[in-house]
């Protein structure tokens, strides 16, 4: 049994913006069923706060001038602490973690989540007299990347593992936010913070860890990549031996279509006609014809270039002329929303856009489909089509990332070995998409073939049973890394 302190800028269900909160609030849960004794260190952003009960605070400091707590919960449903970085002037404002509500990053994020990182760090080195001294501190994307930075030069310090759930957000600040923030001087190097004259807080991760991991194998081996690299790639070269991929699991309590209280019916796979109901809730609820008979296609997702809605805004026009229904849920970048917003003024029998982040509604989606559009240009894991399989819902995905680790074509060979699940798109084009769309329709139409495949994708095992012990091993492995570095 290790010792373990998981830092995420947010989880589910406490707080969420995407797939890292799903997995923040998942993977902590599974590897404490392992036995390990772990801990979720998280800022008590607002939200959270409203859904604690009896929160015990358990130190008290200060950082950067501010007055900070840290005070203990649990995860709901489980028995994971959950530590909250109380720090009202970092975190007590409304809205995104991230953004200010004209979707701007908050001016101070840099300081916000050094004071995060600095509380993580006192932790791991057992300044603050909890008793509990971690072997691993867990980081998770940029947010958390000062973290093994600052533990570094620390005697008899934890092992660091970093886990890359997007490489394309990597928190980069200005030299004065590096001045100001009083950093160590020497972290001011290529080797190290710097970034083309940047701060970046994610390379704090990606040089300092004893270990570090992408969301999915394919992912970690296409950062290598300039292509998916974001200007990292040569680094995360140099660093290769300690870099791997373990694909993210889900939660299987939150998304079992056979218990799911979002739904209109249940269903598995012994009563998968049940599924069609959902389907007429979403059309009644849309106002789209009700037609138990013609595809509709689902979509949630952050509305962001990543997602592949360049691809499905261009071949639109020619989707909207097929028989189909396509309902779009999501929230992102203003010019995809108004966009999106307008071919659905334009075509109301066909297409419904509901822009906003509604979870039950996404449940409803997801059950309420027949087919998962997911045609991302890049995608480190994607969880959004491992909920689709669980649903039998089809996705149509790109071959990038963990989507290619996750779905498989329905190509007659495929099909013929009962492997097939899904669709693969296999370039980034409208014309490729549509291709594999017509695909999708003509096998739609074969209701025993359709059946076949939905079979397939709800019985994939996607749940953290296998994901969660290869932490363990990745654990192990840093913690020999570490002594290595420190004899
Ligand atoms: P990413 O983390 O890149 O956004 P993932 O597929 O890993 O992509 O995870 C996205 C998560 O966020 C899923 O749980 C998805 O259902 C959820 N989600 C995204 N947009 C919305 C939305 N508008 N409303 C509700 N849930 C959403
Ligand atoms: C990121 C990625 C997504 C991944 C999620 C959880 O947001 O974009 O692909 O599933 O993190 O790891």
Wanted: proline content about 6%; some cysteine; hydrophobic content about 40%.
């Amino acid at each position: 049994m290790s010792k373990i302190l998981y830092v995420s800028s947010e989880a589910f269900p406490l707080i969420k913006t995407g797939g890292l909160a799903d997995v923040a609030g998942s993977l902590p849960i599974a590897l404490s069923n392992l036995s390990e004794d772990i801990r979720l260190l998280l800022p008590a952003y607002p939200q959270v706060m409203q859904q604690t009960e009896n929160v015990k605070q358990l130190a008290s400091g200060t950082y950067y001038n501010f007055k900070v707590s840290l005070l203990e919960t649990q995860l709901p449903n489980s028995k994971v602490p959950v530590w909250l970085v109380h720090c009202p002037a970092a975190f007590d404002r409304p809205g995104s973690p991230y953004m200010d509500s004209d979707g701007q990053p908050w001016h101070d994020n840099a300081l916000r989540f050094a004071v995060f990182c600095k509380v993580a760090v006192d932790i791991a080195m057992n300044k603050l007299n909890l008793r509990w001294q971690p072997d691993i501190v867990h980081g998770n994307d940029w947010q958390s990347g000062l973290i093994p930075a600052l533990l570094q030069p620390c005697k008899q310090r934890p092992a660091t593992v970093f886990t890359i759930h997007n490489l394309a957000y990597q928190g980069l600040f200005n030299y004065q936010t590096f001045l100001d923030l009083e950093l160590p001087a020497e972290l001011w190097h290529p080797d190290a913070l710097e970034f083309h004259d940047q701060l970046s807080f994610i390379k704090g991760g990606l040089v300092f860890s004893d270990r570090i991991n992408a969301v999915s194998p394919t992912y970690a081996h296409e950062i290598l990549q300039p292509k998916y690299g974001n200007g990292l790639s040569g680094l995360l070269q140099h660093r290769q031996t300690r870099l791997s991929g373990i694909l993210n699991g889900i939660d299987h309590s939150i998304w079992n279509p056979a218990t799911d209280p979002h739904l209109a019916a249940c269903y598995d796979t012994t009563t998968l006609d049940q599924k069609s109901v959902n389907k007429l809730a979403l059309q009644k609820q849309f106002d789209l014809p009700i037609d138990a008979k013609i595809p509709l296609i689902g979509m949630i997702s952050r509305m962001v270039e990543q997602k592949g809605l360049d691809i499905i805004l261009q071949g639109m026009a020619e989707m909207l002329a097929m028989p189909l229904q396509l309902v779009i849920l999501g929230t992102g970048d203003i010019h995809y929303e108004m966009q999106l917003m307008e071919w659905s003024r334009k075509y109301p029998e066909r297409l419904k856009v509901i822009i906003g982040y509604n979870e039950p509604l996404s449940h409803l989606i997801e059950a309420g489909s027949d087919l998962f559009l997911m045609p991302s240009a890049f995608e480190p894991c994607g969880l959004n089509q491992l909920y689709s399989l669980r649903y039998g819902t089809l996705p149509i995905v790109r071959n990038v990332g963990g989507l290619a680790d996750t779905v498989i074509d329905a190509s007659k060979q495929n099909r013929a070995n009962a492997t097939a699940n899904g669709f693969v798109v296999t370039h980034q084009s409208s014309t490729a998409l549509l291709t594999t769309l017509k695909h999708a329709l003509t096998l739609y139409a074969l209701p025993e073939a359709w059946r076949q495949l939905q079979l397939t994708a709800m019985n994939g095992d996607f749940s953290w049973a296998h994901s969660a012990k290869h932490y363990i091993e990745l654990y192990q492995q840093a913690l020999a890394d570490r002594d290595q570095t420190a004899d």
